[in-house]
């Protein structure tokens, strides 16, 4: 079996609103010349465009997908939320929430993108793939079922999640968001139940500012399966590292999964805009190693990795692609352009001795 990789040129077609990064224009905030929100297109084509160029794309399964059906969208997601968000779409676009907004045609688009995803769950999970990756756009770890915010329109991974279950498939799931920003629609979907692990590994302080604490732990019968790990700015690829080996492979361990799903977003990068995490591409490279390993050790390799944000143009590909070589073996290698770079610029000893004393305080408290 083979790395399968989901993607659709529609998806990179989904568009913003009028905004200047995050801050909606108008009064004192001047229209920016090119872009509007930090969620573009570009990060995910130059993904796309690298692997391209460097033969990567030849080494994967490369498969389109259907959008995700209603049936499918209706387990996560309300009928009145869906119908609204369709009639704002044949509209002409509007927004639902906080920072979503979407052109004309946004809903086949976000279904489309929750397509991708579900398609990769469903061949990892039947066995037809031995992993995969969805290219998906536009992203869904913060998609509550009722209420879209944070660049996402539909809860792609849940979505997923939920029409593999419903085909009797992965009765239990851990979902791992690597992603800067707190997981906080995935959290809500999963707060009460027992059989989806979430584990979010984030910033904290950043986006959401009231969600994504270490007391946040679920409630009733997922008492307990929900964990958060909120980690000082600064954080760097060695604390990384030790999140990963200190927390989240225990608790798969511990949860037995037939099924792990990341939340793979790059914007804990070192340059990314949104956050200031200081990782690298091989920081990436490694947790997919890591979660890999630890897929085949308790799940037989079933792992999709579902793209979420990350917003930097240029070191978004890189960190892409090393995820991608990981996941799939391939040789296909794109060096990192930066990476002597961000060597200089990672914690010093005594900085990392004092993350990783934040971490096992962390590690401490669940």
């Known amino acids: 079996m083979s790395t399968g990789f989901f993607w659709d040129e529609q998806c990179f077609w ?47 399964d490369v498969r389109r997908a259907p959008l995700a059906t209603r049936e499918d969208l209706l387990r996560v997601h309300p009928a009145s939320y869906l119908d609204e968000f369709k009639r704002m779409s044949d509209a002409g676009g509007g927004e639902l929430g906080r920072r979503t ?39 869904g770890h913060h998609c509550l079922p009722d209420y879209p915010n944070g660049f996402c329109l539909l809860a792609n991974i849940a979505i997923a999640i939920e029409a593999a279950q419903a085909k009797g498939f992965a009765k239990r799931v851990v979902v791992l968001d690597w992603d800067v920003h707190h997981g906080n629609g995935t959290e809500a979907i999963y707060y009460d139940r027992p059989d989806v692990l979430t584990i979010s590994v984030h910033q904290e302080g950043n986006y959401p500012l009231d969600t994504g604490g270490i007391a946040d732990r679920g409630k009733g019968d997922g008492s307990g399966y929900n964990l958060n790990v909120p980690l000082i700015a600064g954080t760097g690829h060695t604390g990384y590292l030790h999140v990963m080996d200190t927390i989240v492979l225990p608790q798969i361990a511990a949860f037995k999964p037939d099924l792990i799903v990341v939340a793979c977003g790059y914007d804990a990068s070192a340059i990314d805009p949104l956050a200031r995490m200081l990782a690298t ?54 060096p990192d ?9 990672q914690p010093s000893a005594r900085f990392d001795a004092f993350i990783r004393g934040e971490i096992d305080h962390l590690a401490s408290q669940l």
């Open 14 to 60: 989904h568009a913003g609103g009028n905004y200047a990064s995050t801050l909606p224009i108008g009064g004192l905030v001047q229209p920016l010349n090119a872009t509007g929100l930090p969620e573009t297109q570009e990060a995910k084509r130059r993904l796309k465009n690298l692997m391209d160029v460097t033969g990567l794309s030849d080494d994967l």
């Open 101 to 139: 907004p979407f052109a004309a045609g946004g809903y086949e688009i976000a279904s489309l993108s929750a397509g991708l995803v579900v398609a990769a769950v469903d061949a990892v999970v039947s066995g037809d793939l031995e992993n995969a990756y969805a290219l998906s756009r536009p992203p």
């Open 281 to 334: 591409a091989d920081t990436f490279r490694k947790m997919t190693e890591r979660i890999k390993a630890a897929a085949q050790e308790h799940c037989d390799g079933r792992l999709v990795l579902a793209h979420e944000g990350g917003y930097s143009e240029v070191y978004v590909p890189f960190c892409g692609h090393a995820t991608l070589e990981a996941l799939s073996g391939s040789d296909k290698t794109a």
């Open 337 to 345: 352009p930066l990476a002597e770079t961000l060597r200089v610029r």
